[in-house]
Structure formats: structure tokens, C-alpha cells
């Protein structure tokens, strides 16, 4: 099956630094790649929807100028999250979906945990 | 608003126990109904169900919808202690959007 990677997965960074999370479709072309955060014990909650060529859309609450996000080939998406504060420390996660399939089927990433100190 | 409610949010059974896991939602486009298990990590795939009444199995693993109803359950039957996991319902909107339930903990004791 299809396949998305994410880089890195584990990152500890200081309050107030920048940290840049990469998501990467292996073997296929995705248009659109979502990014979402999970805090533990809760589900995902989508952050923000990532499309080529374009600007995100972010979810309510979410903001862009915190969390960026650019989505600048068919394969690949960047989430930037500026001035990182702790409470920013959680797990991302991405996925995409393979519109080239026939059950357009959304692959995720294995995450990357953000600890910020 | 799209939701998705699952339940229960958690169940505590014992190895070879049959457990059946449910989905509720309302959602204004619906494309499809994933379940995905996840442990320590990203979620991993289980089913994509888009059409009423027709079970998907795998091992021991079977889920169903009915778009009547607006709902799904995921059955798991002869239960291991590698079932464990938190098993997570999603709606897949007609713009590829997922929206989650809550999950369900599943633990399965020894």
C-alpha cells in the first residue's frame, strides 16, 4: 500500500525556537495532505488542510501564523511551529489521500512527537 | 455540525471475549466510514465502509454500515491481549476530510 513518511519523529526543542516537520507521500501525487495534533489520551484534531500550489486552510481555533504550512510539491508538506511554547508539545500527525486509488484511501504518517522544553 | 460518536469509550474483557465496538454519526456529506486502530503511534488502517449491509472481515476482525441508521460497529471476536488498542471511527466527508470520534479503549486482559 501506499506509504507517508514523516521526518523527524521524535524532536525536544526549547521555548521559543522553530521546529519544521516534514510529510512526505513515498509512491504517490497528493494534492492534499492534512495535518492534525493529538494531545494524549484524546483523538486527532485536524489543524489545517494542506493543498499544492495554494495556502492551507486552518481549522477555527488554529493559528496560521503559528502553525505554518506549506505544501510546495506533490509530494511533500511542511508544518512550521514558530515560537514553540509547551503546551505546543504533542504529536503531529499527517495523511493523504491517494485520490489515484479507488477507495481513496487516507494514509498517515507515523507521526512526530514535539516536546518542547 | 458532522459528528461522530462512539461507544463505548472504554471495555475491559477477557482474552477469547467477543467484542463489538460502535459508531453513530451525522454528517451532511458522507463519503465513506473508516475504522483505524491505534496504539503508540499513528493510526493504522482497518476498513473503509461505503455501502450499506455488507460486512468486511478481516481475520478476526468485521465491521458493517448501515447508512439507514447512520451507524457502524466493529466486531472482534476470540480476543487477544494484541487487540488492545484504542479503536477510532472517522467519517471521510466528499472533500477527503476525516472527522474523528473520540475512540474507544479496548483493553483485553491475559
Known amino acids: 500500500g501506499a506509504v507517508v513518511s514523516q521526518h523527524p519523529s521524535r524532536v525536544i526543542c526549547k521555548s521559543g525556537t522553530s521546529v519544521k516537520i516534514e510529510c512526505r507521500s513515498l509512491?504517490?501525487?497528493?494534492?492534499?495532505m492534512f495535518w492534525y495534533r493529538q494531545f494524549p489520551k484524546q483523538s486527532l484534531m485536524l489543524m489545517a488542510t494542506?493543498?499544492?500550489?495554494?495556502?492551507?486552510?486552518?481549522e477555527q481555533g488554529v493559528e496560521k501564523d503559528k502553525f505554518l504550512i506549506n505544501h510546495a510539491s506533490l509530494t511533500l508538506s511542511t508544518l512550521t511551529v514558530t515560537s514553540a511554547h509547551p503546551e505546543d508539545s504533542s504529536f503531529y500527525i499527517c495523511?493523504?489521500?491517494?485520490?489515484?486509488?479507488?477507495?481513496?484511501?487516507?494514509?498517515f504518517g507515523p507521526g512526530t512527537r514535539l516536546t518542547v522544553t | 455540525e458532522d459528528k461522530v460518536v462512539q461507544s463505548p469509550l472504554s471495555l475491559v474483557v477477557h482474552e477469547g471475549d467477543t467484542v463489538t465496538l460502535n459508531c453513530s454519526y451525522e454528517?451532511?456529506?458522507?463519503?465513506?466510514l473508516l475504522w483505524y486502530k491505534q496504539e503508540k503511534k499513528a493510526p493504522t488502517f482497518l476498513f473503509m465502509l461505503?455501502?450499506s449491509g455488507i460486512e468486511k472481515k478481516s481475520g478476526r476482525l468485521s465491521s458493517i454500515l448501515d447508512k439507514k441508521e447512520l451507524f457502524s460497529i466493529l466486531n472482534i471476536t476470540a480476543t487477544q491481549t494484541g487487540d488492545s488498542a484504542v479503536y477510532l471511527c472517522?467519517?471521510?466527508?466528499?472533500?477527503?476530510?476525516?472527522?474523528w470520534g473520540a475512540g474507544t479503549k479496548l483493553i483485553i486482559k491475559p
Open positions: 461505503t455501502s
Open positions: 494542506s493543498n499544492e500550489g495554494s495556502k492551507a486552510t486552518y
Open positions: 509512491d504517490f501525487q497528493a494534492t492534499t
Open positions: 472517522a467519517l471521510m466527508d466528499s472533500n477527503y476530510q476525516l472527522i
Open positions: 495523511s493523504a489521500p491517494d485520490r489515484g486509488s479507488a477507495l481513496y484511501e487516507q494514509y
Open positions: 454528517v451532511t456529506n458522507f463519503r465513506s
